[in-house]
C-alpha cells in the first residue's frame, strides 16, 4: 500500500510568485493535515481536512495561503505571493475515518520549500 | 492543545534501554499520548500511542502513571538506526492528530 505522497520533494523560488504543493493521502483516509517546519523551529499545525470540508484552519498563518481538497482526495497548498519567510518543510499526514482514538497519523516526506 | 516537555537531547550506546521522560501537566482528560520519531528528511513516524498504565508493542513501551502528568517513552536494546528525534505529543480526543509538536528529543545513539 502506497503511503502519503508529496509532490514536489523541493521547490525553489522566487519571492512574490506562487507555488502549489499537492498531497495524496493514504487511500481511503478521510483525514488529511498540513504541518510545516520553517527556519529550524518546531513543526507546526496548518489545517485540518475531513474528507473535501476543512475541519480546522487555525494554524494558516495568513490569506496567502490557500489550501484544497477537492473530491475528498488529494489536497493543494497554494502560497501566494510566496515571501521569504515562507521557507521551511510543509508536510502533509493523513488518518483513517474519526473512530476509536488509537489512529496514528501517516506523514509524507514533506515538500521543501526555499523562497530567494 | 496540552504542551509538551521534554529533554531536548539524549545520548546512550548500542544495546541499552533508553527511557525519554515527557511532562504534560496541562492534559486534559480526553487527550491521548501519542509518540513519533523523525529521521532527517523525513516525515514523522508513529511509535505508540496510549491513555493511561502500560502499552506496549513491537518496538517500544509507553509508561503512563495515574495522574498522567508525564509519560515515559522506553526503547530496549536500542541500535545506530534508532538515532533520532522523538516527540511526544498530545492528541485532543477530539481531533487525534493536532498536534503540538515541541522540540522533541535528539536521542544519539553511539557504538
Known amino acids: 500500500e502506497a503511503g502519503v505522497t508529496q509532490f514536489p520533494s523541493h521547490s525553489v523560488i522566487e519571492k512574490g510568485q506562487t507555488v502549489t504543493l499537492r498531497c495524496d493521502p493514504i487511500?481511503?483516509?478521510?483525514?488529511l493535515y498540513w504541518y510545516r517546519r520553517v527556519m529550524g523551529k518546531e513543526i507546526k499545525f496548518l489545517l485540518h481536512?475531513?474528507?473535501?470540508?476543512?475541519?480546522?484552519e487555525s494554524g494558516m498563518p495568513n490569506n496567502r495561503f490557500l489550501a484544497e481538497r477537492t473530491g475528498g482526495t488529494y489536497s493543494t497548498l497554494k502560497v501566494q505571493p510566496a515571501e521569504l519567510e515562507d521557507s521551511g518543510v510543509y508536510f502533509c499526514?493523513?488518518?483513517?475515518?474519526?473512530?476509536?482514538?488509537?489512529?496514528?497519523?501517516?506523514f509524507g516526506q514533506g515538500t521543501r520549500l526555499t523562497v530567494v | 492543545l496540552a504542551k509538551t516537555t521534554q529533554p531536548i537531547s539524549m545520548d546512550s550506546y548500542e544495546g541499552q534501554e533508553v527511557n525519554i521522560t515527557c511532562s504534560h501537566n496541562?492534559?486534559?482528560?480526553?487527550?491521548?499520548i501519542t509518540w513519533y520519531q523523525q529521521f532527517p528528511s523525513q516525515g514523522p513516524r508513529f511509535i505508540i500511542q496510549?491513555?493511561?498504565t502500560k502499552v506496549t508493542n513491537e518496538v517500544a513501551s509507553l509508561f503512563i502513571p495515574a495522574d498522567r502528568k508525564s509519560s515515559t517513552l522506553s526503547l530496549p536494546r536500542v541500535s545506530l538506526s534508532d538515532t533520532a528525534v522523538y516527540y511526544c505529543?498530545?492528541?485532543?480526543?477530539?481531533?487525534?492528530?493536532?498536534?503540538?509538536f515541541g522540540s522533541g528529543t535528539k536521542l544519539n545513539v553511539k557504538p
Open positions: 481536512f475531513v474528507k473535501e470540508s476543512k475541519q480546522d
Open positions: 496510549g491513555y493511561k
Open positions: 496541562n492534559i486534559a482528560t480526553n487527550d491521548y
Open positions: 505529543l498530545v492528541g485532543d480526543g477530539n481531533n487525534f492528530n493536532k498536534f503540538y
Open positions: 499526514a493523513s488518518s483513517p475515518t474519526w473512530g476509536p482514538p488509537e489512529t496514528e497519523a501517516f
Open positions: 487511500s481511503g483516509h478521510d483525514n
